[in-house]
Every structure is written in structure tokens, then in C-alpha cells.
């Protein structure tokens, strides 16, 4: 069974920094396009980062030059470094991606998210 898991969330003041990782378990060929979104309380989601398998990225204007997505392709993991946060950062944060797998193909899939919250 495919699964995304988030990890690295959690509570930081105004102007830190914060990681998060996203690894997918299971049988997998590839990850197409891994994203990260957010959704804060009351309000839709939103992309905030992506990438291709190849290294170009996406990003929303809010924060760009703040937050960087990489990847790992041998470890199955995308990961959003976060930098200099801001209490409008404060939200719960999916990854999402086109996985292909050996037994069923291209699929989307979606982690459960990691709360982010930036106060002081």
C-alpha cells in the first residue's frame, strides 16, 4: 500500500525556521510531481511548493526567497525547508504527488498534513 507521511511540524516564533520531510512508503517506481499545499483554519488549500523529478520548482509568491522543496529520490522523500516564518505560515501542511507503482500505475496521493504554527 502507497502511503505519504509528513513529518517535521510543529511550533517556531516569528523569523525561525522549520523542515519538513514527506516520505513515501510502499512498493514505488517513481514520484512524478511531489507539492507541498497548506490549509489554514476557515480558508482552502493551497499550493505553496513544487518540483519535477528532473529539479525545476514552483513556487507561491508569499514565499518565495523564504521556503525551498527539494527531493531524494533514492530515499522516496520531498522535503520544504522553511525559513524567516511569519505567523500567515500558520497551517496545516500536505504533500502531495503522481506516484507510479509496479502494480497500479500513476496515482495521486495525499499525506495527512503537519501543523505549523509561528507565535511568538
Known amino acids: 500500500q502507497v502511503q505519504l507521511v509528513e513529518s517535521g511540524g510543529g511550533l517556531v516564533q516569528p523569523g525561525g525556521s522549520l523542515r519538513l520531510s514527506c516520505a513515501a512508503s510502499?512498493?514505488?517506481?517513481?514520484?512524478?510531481?511531489p507539492g507541498w499545499y497548506r490549509q489554514a483554519p476557515g480558508k482552502q488549500r493551497e499550493l505553496v511548493a513544487a518540483?519535477?523529478?528532473?529539479?525545476?520548482?514552483k513556487y507561491a509568491d508569499s514565499v518565495k526567497g523564504r521556503f525551498t522543496i527539494s527531493r531524494d529520490n533514492a530515499k522516496n522523500t520531498v522535503y520544504l525547508q522553511m525559513n524567516s516564518l511569519k505567523p500567515e505560515d500558520t497551517a496545516v501542511y500536505y504533500c502531495?504527488?503522481?506516484?507510479?507503482?509496479?502494480?497500479?500505475?500513476?496515482?495521486?496521493?495525499w499525506g495527512k498534513g503537519t501543523l505549523v504554527t509561528v507565535s511568538s
Open positions: 502531495n504527488a503522481d506516484i507510479v507503482t509496479m502494480s497500479f500505475g500513476g496515482m495521486n496521493y
Open positions: 510502499g512498493s514505488i517506481f517513481s514520484i512524478n510531481a
Open positions: 518540483i519535477t523529478p528532473i529539479g525545476s520548482t
